[in-house]
């Protein structure tokens, strides 16, 4: 039992054991919910990616370089062919925690590599990575022209540049496989054994004890021991044949003849009993129980489920029950599936690093000059009941607010910060964008926040602006 839910010894190892376990239709399901909930496409544009300006709020981007930066996105998804091949990259990635991809140029198709050809990776004191040596698929050991450098493997390597390599992975630093990551399927590995063994151990004991069996007990009386397996023979025997007339070969006289009959066991019993009551008797053997096993099996597949962090109500086998939030638009959200789309948002931090990094190289390749310090591409955040949870917070809050907002005593600042939850950098933001809506210059007479936030000093000096000749500002 042990060596059986002993893991992988090496990484190749793992790779096999993680193919083997996607096989599963359960881990294959779970893989494919995780991969689709971290390649969304944006509504809005239609493209696997969403642009994200790192500016400053008094910075403005032009609508030329907004253009050009989605334009450019949707070539190199196509030449990519990213809208495609994204699912099937998140999926590789949190299937074998690794994810491979030569490149024959900056602007060409990248060419996807297998992580067990990946034989290891050079990298520096500081943890960068130098090389990466490939095996050459194909090859015979001991065949011409094979390096025997490597020990006894006697595999061709191709060392192959990392500027030349793009490696998605699951690494930490603190992990022990580092510069390879780890698959999400590894902390679920013992308990897929478990479950495997037994939903087996439940299927050879259904099939094994789900007919019913009966036992006859023969009634022998004083027969000597010799003559008692004879005797249980012929008893066996006429049961279970059943007799039929028929003819000789050669047209003679009539026989019975008695063959097997399967359905012969089912009929009648007739025993003859003496007047003491000593007689031969049957008795029906029942089968297997149906709940053998069913209730372990649902432990384990539950537990299955919480290794891989899916909702239970993603997989269908919810019951409704646990922490809950009603949100009141798309029925109840569970914490688990908040949780989960948490979960999903790390991961997709793996890929992003990775295709924010290429799509600015492409940029610069293509000869397109735009700052790549003022944006960044990252991939839609999962479809999950977090905005719809955040949407009903916000009418909470400003329902509160509005019910307190008429309060003479109460500064407006305070309102806003206590009761419609607004941050320090929210509420400057907020008065820097008034202040430019309302032309609302700092050597007025009135203070730039009286103006702001009493609205009769603002009514006032709207109405002066409009009484004055061409519209000035009071002196």
Same mark, same amino acid.
Request: charged share 25%; glycine share 8%.
């Given at each position: 039992?042990?060596?059986?839910?002993?893991?992988?010894?090496?990484?190749?190892?793992?790779?096999?054991?993680?193919?083997?376990?996607?096989?599963?239709?359960?881990?294959?399901?779970?893989?494919?919910?995780?991969?689709?909930?971290?390649?969304?496409?944006?509504?809005?544009?239609?493209?696997?990616?969403?642009?994200?300006?790192?500016?400053?709020?008094?910075?403005?981007?032009?609508?030329?370089?907004?253009?050009?930066?989605?334009?450019?996105?949707?070539?190199?998804?196509?030449? @990519?062919?990213?809208? *495609?091949?994204? $699912?099937? !990259?998140? +999926?590789? #990635?949190?299937?074998?925690? %690794?994810?491979?991809?030569?490149?024959?140029?900056?602007?060409?198709?990248?060419?996807?590599?297998?992580?067990?050809?990946?034989?290891?990776?050079?990298?520096?004191?500081?943890?960068?990575?130098?090389?990466?040596?490939?095996?050459?698929?194909?090859?015979?050991?001991?065949?011409?022209?094979?390096?025997?450098?490597?020990?006894?493997?006697?595999?061709?390597?191709?060392?192959?540049?990392?500027?030349?390599?793009?490696?998605?992975?699951?690494?930490?630093?603190?992990?022990?496989?580092?510069?390879?990551? @780890?698959?999400?399927? *590894?902390?679920? $590995?013992? !308990?897929? +054994?478990? #479950?495997?063994?037994?939903? %087996?151990?439940?299927?050879?004991?259904?099939?094994?004890?789900?007919?019913?069996?009966?036992?006859?007990?023969?009634?022998?009386?004083?027969?000597?021991?010799?003559?008692?397996?004879?005797?249980?023979?012929?008893?066996?025997?006429?049961?279970?044949?059943?007799?039929?007339?028929?003819?000789?070969?050669?047209?003679?006289?009539?026989?019975?003849?008695?063959?097997?009959?399967?359905?012969?066991?089912?009929?009648?019993?007739?025993?003859?009993?003496?007047?003491?009551?000593?007689?031969?008797?049957?008795?029906?053997?029942?089968?297997?129980?149906?709940?053998?096993?069913?209730?372990? #099996?649902?432990?384990?597949? %539950?537990?299955?489920?919480?290794?891989?962090?899916?909702?239970?109500?993603?997989?269908?086998?919810?019951?409704?029950?646990?922490?809950?939030?009603?949100?009141?638009?798309?029925?109840?959200?569970?914490?688990?599936?908040?949780?989960?789309?948490?979960?999903?948002?790390?991961?997709?931090?793996?890929?992003?690093?990775?295709?924010?990094?290429?799509?600015?190289?492409?940029?610069?390749?293509?000869?397109?000059?735009?700052?790549?310090?003022?944006?960044?591409?990252?991939?839609?955040?999962?479809?999950?009941?977090?905005?719809?949870?955040?949407?009903?917070?916000?009418?909470?809050?400003?329902?509160?607010?509005?019910?307190?907002?008429?309060?003479?005593?109460?500064?407006?600042?305070?309102?806003?910060?206590?009761?419609?939850?607004?941050?320090?950098?929210?509420?400057?933001?907020?008065?820097?964008?008034?202040?430019?809506?309302?032309?609302?210059?700092?050597?007025?007479?009135?203070?730039?926040?009286?103006?702001?936030?009493?609205?009769?000093?603002?009514?006032?000096?709207?109405?002066?602006?409009?009484?004055?000749?061409?519209?000035?500002?009071?002196?």
């Amino acid at each position: 039992y042990s060596q059986v839910l002993r893991g992988p010894g090496s990484r190749m190892n793992a790779y096999k054991q993680y193919d083997a376990m996607d096989a599963d239709i359960d881990i294959a399901r779970s893989l494919d919910i995780i991969a689709e909930e971290m390649t969304m496409k944006d509504d809005k544009t239609n493209l696997p990616f969403l642009i994200e300006y790192d500016k400053e709020d008094n910075q403005d981007i032009s609508d030329t370089t907004a253009i050009t930066l989605r334009q450019s996105v949707r070539q190199w998804s196509t030449v @990519q062919e990213l809208s *495609r091949r994204l $699912f099937g !990259v998140a +999926r590789a #990635l949190i299937k074998h925690g %690794d994810c491979f991809f030569k490149k024959v140029s900056d602007t060409k198709k990248w060419i996807w590599i297998d992580p067990s050809l990946v034989y290891g990776i050079e990298v520096d004191g500081n943890g960068n990575k130098i090389n990466f040596h490939l095996k050459k698929p194909g090859k015979q050991a001991n065949a011409p022209g094979t390096n025997l450098a490597y020990g006894t493997r006697h595999e061709e390597m191709e060392i192959i540049p990392a500027a030349a390599m793009i490696h998605f992975t699951m690494s930490d630093e603190m992990g022990d496989s580092a510069p390879f990551g @780890q698959s999400v399927l *590894r902390p679920i $590995f013992r !308990v897929f +054994r478990q #479950l495997s063994m037994i939903e %087996d151990s439940v299927i050879i004991y259904r099939i094994v004890r789900a007919p019913e069996r009966r036992v006859f007990y023969v009634d022998v009386g004083n027969m000597p021991a010799q003559r008692v397996k004879q005797y249980l023979e012929s008893i066996k025997n006429e049961i279970r044949q059943k007799r039929a007339p028929g003819q000789t070969a050669n047209g003679g006289k009539d026989v019975v003849d008695g063959a097997y009959d399967p359905s012969s066991i089912q009929e009648d019993m007739f025993f003859p009993v003496t007047a003491t009551g000593r007689g031969s008797r049957v008795e029906t053997l029942p089968g297997g129980t149906e709940d053998f096993g069913t209730n372990l #099996l649902k432990y384990f597949n %539950d537990k299955l489920f919480r290794g891989l962090r899916i909702p239970t109500s993603y997989m269908g086998g919810g019951d409704g029950a646990g922490a809950q939030y009603n949100d009141g638009k798309v029925g109840i959200a569970y914490i688990e599936e908040l949780r989960f789309a948490k979960f999903v948002m790390r991961l997709q931090e793996r890929l992003n690093e990775v295709l924010d990094q290429e799509f600015k190289i492409y940029l610069k390749v293509c000869g397109l000059k735009i700052d790549d310090e003022i944006f960044h591409i990252r991939l839609p955040d999962p479809a999950n009941f977090a905005l719809y949870r955040q949407a009903a917070l916000d009418a909470d809050l400003i329902g509160s607010f509005n019910n307190i907002a008429a309060e003479k005593t109460l500064s407006k600042r305070f309102l806003l910060k206590r009761y419609l939850g607004l941050s320090d950098d929210e509420l400057q933001m907020n008065e820097a964008m008034l202040k430019e809506e309302r032309v609302i210059l700092e050597n007025s007479n009135s203070p730039s926040l009286q103006q702001i936030y009493d609205p009769a000093v603002y009514e006032n000096r709207e109405q002066l602006t409009v009484e004055q000749p061409g519209g000035g500002m009071p002196g």
